[in-house]
């Protein structure tokens, strides 16, 4: 069976900061795709990222960064220079190729203090 | 295009009443997900349509739980005899198939039994 874990739960930082939010996965499979979703407190989640589990590539998108290690599992994601507007629980999530099914980490609430 | 979207926001029931939500995913998406949220939980999976076909469902969709797409287009979840265990918030999704199993979640409904 497929597992994500999120070990912070909640996060608290003041502007302006760097701050990485950790993903673990497990899975058997060589064929995957892990996720971020960002759920702000209207409850929709948004999607963020997608990578497949060939591609270990790191991403960059503006003040955010994804670092995919398979050797240790993780997939983290760093928000820098973080903005108040940055505020939200969020999920990482991994999918088996041919599956539908999205499998969630517990998610990180994030607070960001002016 | 109009996103996921989904009716009602809220609703708050008495224990043992039936309920019936209704999602109308982005237009021309033939995958739909329903998932369930407890709180501080990430989402969990209930049931997979692809076009009208209900296609898979997961061990947490009890026999008090039915979903539909009559059409293929929207989706509507009934729960019967509702309890309190069924307060969460249902989340609906949907996938084009192309995009590598991108989900694009509405905003939910939030269920409150009393």
């Known amino acids: 069976a497929q597992k994500v874990t999120q070990a912070q739960t909640e996060i608290s930082v003041v502007e302006k900061e760097d701050v990485t939010l950790d993903c673990v996965y497990e899975t058997r499979d060589t064929t995957y795709y892990l996720f971020w979703y960002k759920q702000p407190p209207s409850g929709e989640l948004v999607f963020l990222i997608r990578r497949n589990s060939f591609d270990e590539q790191n991403e960059i998108s503006g003040r955010y960064s994804w670092n995919f290690q398979k050797s240790t599992s993780s997939f983290n994601f760093t928000i820098t220079a973080s903005q108040v507007v940055d505020s939200a629980v969020y999920f990482c999530a991994l999918i088996l190729q041919g599956a539908q099914k999205l499998v969630f980490g517990q998610g990180t609430r994030l607070t960001i203090n002016p | 295009d109009t996103g996921v979207s989904q009716d009602p926001r809220h609703k708050i029931t008495k224990r043992g009443q039936n309920v019936t939500f209704r999602c109308d995913p982005i237009s021309e998406h033939n995958r739909l997900y329903w998932y369930r949220q407890t709180l501080g939980q990430g989402p969990e999976f209930l049931t997979y349509?692809?076009?009208?076909?209900?296609?898979?469902k997961s061990r947490l969709l009890s026999d008090r739980f039915s979903a539909e797409r009559p059409k293929g287009s929207f989706s509507t979840l009934e729960i019967q005899r509702t309890e309190q265990g069924d307060s969460a918030m249902y989340l609906c999704?949907?996938?084009?198939?192309?995009?590598?199993?991108?989900?694009?979640f509405g905003p939910g409904t939030r269920l409150t039994v009393t």
């Open positions: 349509f692809q076009n009208e076909a209900q296609l898979e």
């Open positions: 999704a949907s996938s084009s198939g192309l995009a590598a199993y991108e989900q694009y």
